[in-house]
């Protein structure tokens, strides 16, 4: 494959991680070392910036700061939910590619690296296919992020060790705290995390267990239809045991009919996904209605995605390694693969990044294998535990000031615009 010459453009999509900037850091420090990559750009806000035509130069940052990306939590070059749908908006979309590709041509973009989930493998996608159609010569490559842990064909995402581990440990400390103010009627503690479709993320927090009567005593995850008489059995049967029973629900928890039971239909996300917001009030409401139980709800929110304080270093060294083979690959002139993370060995963890054709992992979600959970479907068995034990490994060395996170962020020197102003 021939040298390509020309410019790099680096990109972050959807919900951010506590890891995903050590991808960027990869990408940007692993780009420094080819002659044939000439200028180093961030798109900003993703898709959603790189159409308005909002770039930053990465030469106008220092390295401390582009080090101490690895480290920082949120997306640095900002994020978006914004979708190129030729499905439902084909005239729209096709407009949008346009534009995208205006923009390479004015800036001379010959690698392209999208830094994202589900969605942002499958605009990874559009633009590989749409550029060999084209004719414009350009090598596009996916970077895999995601707590969630859905993407398929990589053995887990960059982000989902930090996530479990942050939730693991304030299951812990919850329930540490619920289990001291034990009452004689008993109390249940409900506790909320994300995950839509897939419970990787909920299952994670089972980590916590020392041993198997440790909280959480419950984990629900969408994958297991949720029912209300083997649940509250179930919560009694702790409760007598303990005085007190932690619950665990990933928020996309699904009824027997396949409805969420936290949804909330009249009101619609970007993609057009009815809001989750109230799997673990809808939970309180039953246990308390049904069981006469003291009960609390804790929802954790964004905070579970940003804790950069207790991130995984693992997670933050795979996330890194997937950034610089990312580039590695495209400028050995591959164009159209997801970066993805393959296992060599558990005890002792062993891994290596590889490649995998984008075609095959844009919009496929991977769920928790029903064999990996006990057979009532409450708890995940050892080969879970096996698989994510590894993950949460390694603490990071995060710079503190008058004992508060101080992390990096990018000065964002705009690269000059070249063409008309674009309206979204």
């Known amino acids: 494959m021939s040298e390509l010459k020309g410019n790099l453009l680096v990109a972050q999509s959807g919900g951010p991680t506590s890891v995903i900037n050590a991808s960027l850091a990869g990408v940007v420090e692993e780009a420094g070392k080819h002659v044939c990559i000439e200028e180093i750009y961030g798109g900003l806000n993703g898709i959603y910036g790189i159409l308005k035509e909002d770039l930053i130069d ?83 490559i996916g970077v895999p992020k995601t707590i969630d842990n859905d993407l398929p064909h990589t053995d887990h995402t960059p982000g989902y060790g930090s996530v479990i581990k942050y939730n693991a440990v304030t299951t812990l400390e919850i329930a540490t705290d619920v289990s001291s103010m034990a009452t004689d009627d008993g109390s249940c503690c409900i506790i909320e995390v994300m995950g839509r479709s897939a419970g990787w993320i909920a299952a994670g927090t089972a980590l916590a267990k020392q041993y198997p009567d440790d909280p959480p005593h419950i ?147 991977h769920f928790v294998p029903r064999e990996w959970m006990t057979e009532d479907g409450y708890l995940p068995n050892e080969k879970f535990m096996r698989y994510a034990r590894p993950l949460v490994k390694g603490e990071p060395t995060v710079p503190f000031v008058h004992g508060i996170p101080r992390y990096a962020e990018l000065a964002k020197i705009r690269v000059h615009k070249k063409l008309d102003t674009y309206n979204i």
Request: with cysteine; aromatic share 8%; proline share 3%.
């Open 58 to 140: 990465f030469n106008e940052e220092t390295n401390k700061t582009i080090s101490g990306l690895k480290n920082a939590p949120a997306a640095a070059l900002g994020t978006c939910r914004y979708k190129i749908d030729f499905k439902k908006n084909p005239q729209r979309a096709q407009t949008d590619i346009n534009r995208l590709f205006e923009i390479f041509e004015a800036h001379n973009i010959r690698y392209f690296f999208y830094i994202g989930g589900n969605d942002s493998q499958d605009t990874s996608a559009k633009i590989h296919g749409l550029a060999v159609q084209r004719g414009y010569e350009m090598r596009v």
């Open 219 to 365: 984990i629900l995850i969408p994958e297991i239809p949720f029912n209300q008489f083997t649940f509250l059995n179930r919560v009694r049967e702790v409760v007598d045991k303990k005085g007190y029973c932690i619950v665990v629900v990933g928020e996309g928890l699904k009824d027997e009919n396949g409805d969420e039971i936290g949804a909330d239909k009249d009101n619609l996300d970007a993609f057009g996904h009815p809001v989750l917001s109230g799997a673990a009030e809808k939970l309180k409401d039953i246990v308390q209605d049904n069981l006469k139980l003291k009960t609390r709800t804790v929802k954790l929110g964004y905070a579970q995605r940003a804790a950069a304080h207790i991130a995984s270093q693992t997670d933050i060294d795979e996330a890194y390694a997937c950034g610089q083979k990312a580039v590695k690959s495209a400028v050995d002139g591959n164009s159209g693969f997801m970066v993805k993370l393959v296992r060599r060995s558990s005890e002792p963890y062993e891994w290596t990044t590889d490649l995998h054709p984008l075609i095959e992992v844009a919009n496929v979600e």
